[in-house]
């Protein structure tokens, strides 16, 4: 059931940042936070990056381990307009909900944030890892 409990995190974590009007309108008043993102979107967006998911059970229930990257994209000189968007991101999903589709969100804590630029500096890149962990209800 890694499966489903990784699915579960993602859309969850997808409709918390949604949800959050200040982010919305800080990345243009569209749903840009993105699976994957659409070749050529445009920027900011963010997308849900890698998931590493291994199991944490106990002997009387079912639970999982999340690591999972958040993905912040801008076309702006400087990582400034990445950064903005990393702390209205860290400010909503500090306020989460603690449940999802099936599954109880027992813990998700930012744990690194690294900034980068890519296609010969025409891009930012700032990448959020989370940790999560996860039990089924």
Same mark, same amino acid.
């Given at each position: 059931?890694?499966? =489903?409990?990784?699915?579960?995190?993602? @859309? /969850?974590?997808?409709?918390? *940042?949604?949800?959050? %009007?200040?982010?919305?309108?800080? $990345?243009?008043?569209?749903?840009?936070?993105?699976?994957?993102?659409?070749?050529?979107?445009?920027?900011?967006?963010?997308?849900?990056?890698?998931?590493?998911?291994?199991?944490?059970?106990?002997?009387?229930?079912?639970?999982?381990?999340?690591?999972?990257? =958040?993905?912040?994209?801008?076309?702006? @000189? /400087?990582?400034?307009?990445? *950064?903005?968007?990393? %702390?209205?991101?860290?400010?909503? $999903?500090?306020?989460?909900?603690?449940?999802?589709?099936?599954?109880?969100?027992?813990?998700?804590?930012?744990?690194?944030?690294?900034?980068?630029?890519?296609?010969?500096?025409?891009?930012?890149?700032?990448?959020?890892?989370?940790?999560?962990?996860?039990?089924?209800?």
């Amino acid at each position: 059931m890694i499966a =489903l409990a990784t699915m579960a995190l993602r @859309n /969850g974590l997808r409709q918390i *940042l949604l949800a959050d %009007a200040n982010l919305v309108t800080r $990345l243009g008043g569209s749903g840009k936070v993105y699976d994957e993102a659409p070749r050529n979107a445009d920027t900011p967006y963010i997308a849900l990056g890698d998931v590493r998911t291994s199991d944490w059970s106990a002997s009387d229930n079912a639970g999982c381990e999340h690591t999972l990257i =958040l993905e912040v994209w801008s076309k702006h @000189n /400087g990582v400034a307009e990445c *950064l903005e968007i990393a %702390a209205l991101v860290e400010h909503a $999903l500090a306020t989460h909900p603690d449940a999802l589709a099936g599954y109880n969100l027992v813990l998700l804590r930012h744990e690194s944030t690294e900034t980068s630029r890519r296609d010969r500096g025409r891009l930012s890149l700032c990448r959020m890892r989370y940790r999560a962990l996860t039990d089924d209800l």
